[in-house]
């Protein structure tokens, strides 16, 4: 079993920025991919970033590609999401989220159903 707990949300202004965190205990997480979703008000859960068990290998939706950064801390068992240039389309709740193995299809990246444990969520608010 894997908790995640997310953090580091808030208010920002457009064109702002702010570092999410999520840290994790139980199982080797530090073994598996992970990432960042969002949900923003009356939206369906959409993927924003992923990366491998190493961070070697990183991925981000198209929308905040250049503007967000996602990583990875194993030895504190953690993952950020630093988001620079805010939008107030990038208002929403959201969820740190760990795979258990190895992606073994490529759209597994992407994939809300293809990560196991998630975090409660921490909401951001950009203002315009």
């Known amino acids: 079993q894997v908790r995640l707990v997310e953090s580091g949300g808030g208010l920002a202004q457009a064109g702002g920025s702010l570092r999410l965190s999520c840290a994790a205990s139980?199982?080797?997480?530090?073994?598996?991919?992970a990432a960042w979703f969002r949900q923003g008000p009356g939206s369906e859960r959409e993927f924003v970033a992923s990366?491998?068990?190493?961070?070697?290998?990183?991925y981000y939706a198209d929308s905040v590609n250049d503007r967000f950064i996602i990583s990875r801390d194993n030895a504190r068992n953690a993952v950020y999401l630093q988001m620079t240039k805010l939008r107030p389309e990038d208002t929403g709740v959201y969820y740190c989220?760990?795979?258990?193995?190895?992606?073994?299809?490529?759209?597994?990246?992407?994939?809300?159903?293809?990560?196991?444990?998630w975090g409660r969520g921490t909401q951001v608010t950009v203002s315009s």
């Open positions: 989220a760990a795979r258990v193995g190895e992606w073994t299809e490529y759209n597994q990246r992407f994939s809300a159903a293809s990560y196991a444990y």
């Open positions: 139980g199982r080797t997480f530090s073994s598996h991919p």
């Open positions: 990366l491998s068990w190493d961070g070697g290998a990183t």
